[in-house]
């Protein structure tokens, strides 16, 4: 008999089965019930999170003839001939002949289905289409044939063009978490009798990172061994890292067992372990720690802001590491600076004066003289630092409004292009300064027209740097344009939302109008320097940083 690989057998073939994505689950089967089907949908999410699995449950509920339950019946003609059905069409972009697959499709789709009563066509990894592929589909979309219905898949949607977004309703797959993960593996193990122990269906979780696929291949390699699934198998053979490992690190950590903390990471360091499930398994086991300090169970040292204070950092440094380093050098460190006590001390006491200063200041019987000369001018200047602060910020939002807003007005596939090819480029020109160079290479281009370009960045660092310094950006880049041209960036959180919203904008008939640059202008605050000579005024230089 033909060995079908774990993750194609176990493949959900009814929307009840389907895994972890109860939201789009629900969604698309009211669709289905309330006979309010769309013509083209998007599913976007990372790899193996069942984005093509589902889509064949929908494509195979949207034609079944007896629907129970929302559920496809399993018995009529349509189900039963799903597989082979020539109403279903399915199309993988990223192969060879994507482009021809894609130009047949536009042909056939006005003929209508031979069986069923709609044509459905399965496009995978979308964002892999060439731009004739995309604008033949785009035609396609704009005016769909009633018996056609699109389901396109991808994991990067950055590439998938506006226009194309603009017209699909869309699905967002996120990860499995690790309980959902452990679930299906343990179901498929009891299924196929395969001898493993819970560590072991744990530890495959967390080295599938949130892919099914991933995990069950994983249990396929390890299960061809012919013998129990134990975690030592694991180990040695992924370069895995046990929880026990953690714990005992995390114990010499608490215990200020410097050199033993030092040891364990050195050992690490030698082995092909993966440090992003290292840090991940650190965060798991921690959150677990400040949880039972906050219940007040724990027994131990740590407090909870040192548990904080390392959970962040380490969640940081994943955002961040540069593959370049020794990852495992930075996560030592990361964890040895829980044995500094941090310099806080100093802001302590200024917050402490301020506020003494601040109950003083109400009551109205207290005289000037009794307060220490520093004190009195904090009191006097800390106002002022603070609302020219506040206008900076009010100042680069309205920029970043304004810009978005004329960016959407005026979007060209084309432009994005060339702000993209501007991008490689400009990553190689010694001429352009290395802090502009930082934000080049932690940007992404991901809308543009003649004059405005949108960035996204992971960082809100670079973000919030970005829009500051927008213009020495646009100064640097102007040998690349012929006119003037303008910047603004967002965290990935807020494109997302704006992008949204641009979609269902243009989907309402909505229209975007241009705003003049000269009305940024006019809210420009004093500038930094200015801010930073109050602040200097009224501090030591050495006590304070400007960010
Ligand atoms: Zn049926």
């Known amino acids: ?146 018996h056609a219905i699109f389901i ?25 978490s690790l309980e959902d993960l452990i679930k299906q593996i343990r179901y498929v193990c009891e299924q196929e009798n395969i001898s493993i122990t819970e560590e072991a269906i744990t530890e495959i979780a967390y080295l599938s990172e949130g892919g099914m696929r991933d995990a069950l291949s994983l249990l396929d390699q ?88 390392i959970i962040f950092a380490l969640n940081d440094c994943l955002n961040k590491i540069n593959i370049n380093i020794n990852p495992f050098v930075l996560i030592e460190m990361i964890l040895l600076d829980n044995f500094e006590e941090k310099n806080t001390k100093n802001v302590d006491n200024y917050v402490e004066n301020v506020n003494k200063i601040l109950e003083k200041g109400t009551k109205a019987e ?23 602060k506040s206008l900076e910020e009010e100042y680069i939002k309205k920029m970043v409004e304004i810009r978005v807003n004329n960016c959407f007005a005026e979007a060209k596939k084309e432009a994005l292009k060339i702000f993209q090819d501007v991008w490689n480029k400009a990553i ?41 310094n927008a213009d020495q950006l646009s100064y640097e880049l102007q040998s690349y344009f012929s006119s003037p041209i303008y910047f603004a960036s967002l965290s990935e959180v807020e494109w997302k939302k704006e992008r949204q919203e641009y979609a269902q904008k243009i989907k309402n008939g909505g229209s975007y109008t241009l705003i003049s640059e000269s009305e940024i202008e006019k809210l420009k605050p004093k500038m930094q320097s200015e801010i930073e000579e109050i602040a200097t005024n009224v501090f030591n230089r050495d006590k304070i940083e400007m960010v």
């Open 366 to 388: 207290q005289t000037l003289d009794e307060k220490p000369k520093m004190e009195e001018k904090v009191e006097k200047e800390i106002p002022q630092v603070t609302q020219e």
């Open 152 to 176: 396109m898949a991808t994991t990067n949607v950055e590439s998938v063009p506006i226009t194309i977004l603009s017209r699909c309703q869309r699905f967002n797959f996120k990860k499995f």
């Open 1 to 146: 008999m033909e060995y079908k690989v774990l993750y194609r057998k176990y493949r959900p073939t009814c929307f009840k089965n389907i895994v972890g994505q109860e939201y789009t689950v629900k969604m698309l089967q009211n669709a289905i019930i309330h006979n309010k089907i769309a013509h083209s949908y998007l599913f976007t999410g990372p790899r193996g999170t069942g984005k093509t699995s589902t889509a064949k449950v929908f494509a195979k509920t949207i034609n079944c003839e007896h629907l129970e339950n929302g559920e496809a019946c399993g018995k009529c003609n349509a189900c039963l001939s799903f597989e082979q059905s020539p109403d279903i069409i399915e199309i993988d972009a990223a192969s060879n002949n994507g482009v021809d697959d894609i130009r047949e499709l536009i042909n056939n789709v006005k003929v209508a289905p031979t069986e069923g009563r709609y044509k459905i066509y399965i496009i995978d990894e979308v964002h892999m289409m060439t731009t004739s592929a995309f604008n033949a589909l785009l035609l396609t979309l704009e005016e769909p044939p009633a």
């Open 428 to 468: 190689d020109n010694d001429k352009i300064s290395p802090n502009i160079k930082s934000f080049i290479l932690d940007s992404t281009v991901v809308a543009a027209s003649d004059t405005y370009c949108i960035l996204t960045s992971k960082l809100e660092s670079t973000v919030y740097l970005l829009n500051k």
């Open 222 to 309: 390890l299960s061809s061994l012919g013998e129990e699934i134990t975690i030592e198998s694991i180990l040695t053979n992924y370069g895995s890292i046990s929880m026990k490992f953690i714990r005992d690190l995390l114990k010499n950590v608490e215990n200020r067992e410097i050199s033993l903390v030092h040891l364990s990471m050195q050992e690490l360091a030698s082995t092909s372990s993966d440090y992003k499930v290292f840090i991940k398994k650190i965060i798991q086991e921690l959150s677990g720690i400040a949880v039972s300090i906050a219940s007040g169970s724990y027994i131990g040292q740590f407090t909870y802001s040192q548990v904080k204070g």
